[in-house]
Each structure stands twice: as structure tokens, then as C-alpha cells.
């Protein structure tokens, strides 16, 4: 390996955000964020143990609570300035609007599930509401993501208009706000709900895990195994990711806490970006059915066969090897292809 990706490989163990686009705040604008991820933390903690709020409810909290952070933390454009110690005003007024908007919702939904029916405010809130989802889209996701969205809104609004077979019905403008913000078939449909339940949950046990060097270790003995191979660091995923999946049986929980080492390292030891988020995801997908922790598939397939959990078990041990062999065979070719190397001794634990 050349020493100058011996260096970056090293570098990139010590700190694996090292090209994170995240701004790093000074003086009390870095105490007043480490406050509110505290507090977001424990909400969702206390709501998702609770049940109090309902599921649409807490969905619409969750975003209230997150849009901030993603206007706090993201920075407006590429190549602004990482270190501040302030915030933008510009981003002051769309925490504001962020907050606004969805604690209308929370205090306007009980009366709207009854009646079914938007006033003038509710559709000019939605349009604000939809403004700054998009900007939060557009500062995570990128903008071709936020194109599609804004583009497939305003279809909607103006399909009529397109001649042939993609032509549509014309909406109003209330419908349309009703379906993307206030209905569960939009902003707070799914993909919210996963993100308030699953999805948080398991990313905040992957940072446990990260944090109190667990994930840490599990990449250390994969590093063992195969970090000198052709290709280490992806054979190193895809072992760490069978070690995971073993014991939480969750892709979500997989990728937080062993994708957030393996992926920046296979892209700095010379795979591409596509192919090492490719093999991280297939990797983690994996622990669902990996014994002894499988997903709740497996714990469905035992009630619904009326079998033992450890007949299931039994059967799923064969797949999930030659699924981990498969999969560690293919990376060892695409190595052997780019003409990739394994890691220095020295950066082996």
C-alpha cells in the first residue's frame, strides 16, 4: 500500500468522520446543541416507552424536533465556512418556522381528524411546513433529491396541463397540502414513523455501542481476520456485519454502528463510493437472519410454522454462511480487479 493511503487509512481509523459536512460550533452555541440532542434524546426515549402521544402525533414531534438540528448542524451551502460560533440568521428563522409549523399541527390535528376539512391557515402553514422540509432535504440529500420532490408536488397542481398519457387531474392546492402534510400518506406517513421508532432507537444504540468501544472491538478482531487480505477493509465489513448482526438482528442497527468505520475506509483504501455503501448495506441486510439473533421474521416464522426458535435457527445457519461466503468472495474479486492491497501491520490492532 502507498504511504500516502497508509497515512489517510490511519488517519481515518482515528477519526472516521473526517469529511463529515457537519458544522463544528464554539462557545455556547456548542453547549446550547449538546442541550437539545440531550432533550431530543430523552423525548424519544420517553415517548416511544410511553405510547402517549400516538403515532401520528409523535411522528409529528419527532420532525418538529429534527428539522432544527438539520438546520443547526448542515451547513447552507457546500463550501460554507465549518467552524462558527454562531448560527446564520437565515437558519435562526427556519428553526423558527420549523417549530412553528409542526407545533400547529400537533395542537391543530385532534380538531382536523374530526372534521376533515383545512382552513385558510392550515394550508398556508402546510406550504410553509413543505418549504422547510424541502430545505432540510436539500441540505442532507442533496438537490436532486429535492428536484423530484418539488417536481412531483407540483405535478399535482398542474398535470392538467401535460398532454398524453401523463396527464393527470387537476388538484387544488388544499388537497394537495392536505395529502403531503396532514395525512399519513405524506410527511407524517411511514417513513416518520420508522424514523421516530426503529430508526432512532437503533441509531442511538449503535452510538452507545460506538462510544463505549464495543463496535470498536468487533472492527478490531475483523480487522484481525482479514485486514492484511487484498481488499481488507471491505472484507472487514462484511465480517464485522456478520458479528453484529449475530447479536441485534437489525440492518438499521448494523450500519450505525459498523458502516460508519467500514464505509469511509473502503473509500479512502480505493473502492468506490457506490460500491462500499453497497457492500455495507448487503452486509447488514445479512444479520436478519443470522443466528443466534435473528430479525422478527424469524420469531414470526416460529409461531407461524409452530415450530421451536431454535429449529429456525438451525435452518437459517447453512444460508446465513454461504450468504457471508458469497458475499466476502465477491468483494475478494472486485480487490483483485482494482488491484487493491491489504493493510500495513501497523495499522492492524
Not at 444504540?205 to 468487533?218: D, N, P
Not at 468505520?261 to 463510493?273: E, N, Q, S
Not at 435452518?315 to 454461504?322: D, M
Request: aromatic share 12%; glycine share 8%.
Amino acid at each position: 500500500m502507498p504511504q500516502e493511503m497508509e497515512e489517510k487509512t490511519r488517519q481515518l481509523m482515528e477519526e472516521t468522520d473526517s469529511d463529515s459536512r457537519i458544522r463544528e460550533y464554539t462557545g455556547v452555541m456548542e453547549h446550547l446543541i449538546t442541550v437539545v440532542l440531550v432533550c431530543f434524546a430523552a423525548f424519544q426515549l420517553w415517548a416511544n416507552l410511553t405510547g402517549m402521544l400516538g403515532a401520528v402525533k409523535l411522528r409529528a414531534a419527532h420532525i418538529m424536533l429534527l428539522l432544527p438540528l438539520a438546520f443547526m448542524l448542515y451547513p447552507t451551502y457546500k463550501k460554507e465556512r465549518r467552524r462558527r460560533k454562531f448560527m446564520p440568521v437565515w437558519d435562526v428563522v427556519l428553526c423558527t418556522a420549523a417549530v412553528f409549523c409542526f407545533a400547529y399541527i400537533l395542537r391543530r390535528y385532534d380538531a382536523l381528524a374530526r372534521t376533515g376539512r383545512l382552513n385558510d391557515t392550515d394550508v398556508w402553514v402546510g406550504v410553509v411546513c413543505l418549504a422547510v422540509c424541502f430545505e432540510a432535504a436539500r441540505r442532507t440529500s442533496g438537490n436532486l433529491a429535492v428536484i423530484a420532490l418539488v417536481f412531483f408536488s407540483y405535478f399535482a397542481l398542474w398535470g392538467k396541463y401535460v398532454p398524453g398519457v401523463f396527464g393527470t387531474t387537476a388538484f387544488p392546492l388544499k388537497r394537495v397540502i392536505k395529502s403531503i402534510v396532514w395525512d399519513t400518506i405524506g410527511i407524517l406517513g411511514t417513513g416518520s414513523g420508522v424514523s421516530a421508532t426503529y430508526i432512532f432507537v437503533f441509531v442511538l444504540f449503535g452510538a452507545f455501542l460506538k462510544y463505549s468501544g464495543f463496535s470498536q472491538f468487533i472492527n478490531d478482531i475483523s480487522l484481525t481476520l482479514v485486514g492484511r487480505s487484498p481488499g481488507g477493509p471491505a472484507k472487514v465489513s462484511v465480517i464485522a456485519s456478520a458479528m453484529m448482526g449475530m447479536i441485534n438482528g437489525s440492518a438499521i442497527a448494523n450500519v450505525a454502528t459498523t458502516g460508519t468505520i467500514t464505509i469511509p475506509l473502503m473509500k479512502k483504501t480505493g473502492y468506490k463510493k457506490e460500491f462500499a455503501g453497497a457492500v455495507e448495506a448487503v452486509a447488514s441486510t445479512g444479520g436478519q437472519f443470522t443466528p443466534p439473533i435473528m430479525g422478527a421474521v424469524g420469531f414470526v416464522m416460529a409461531e407461524f410454522m409452530a415450530v421451536s426458535y431454535t429449529k429456525v435457527m438451525m435452518a437459517a445457519a447453512i444460508p446465513a454462511v454461504l450468504y457471508y461466503v458469497s458475499l466476502l468472495w465477491s468483494v475478494h474479486l472486485e480487490a483483485k480487479r482494482l488491484g487493491l492491497s491489504g493493510m500495513s501491520p501497523e495499522n492492524i490492532p
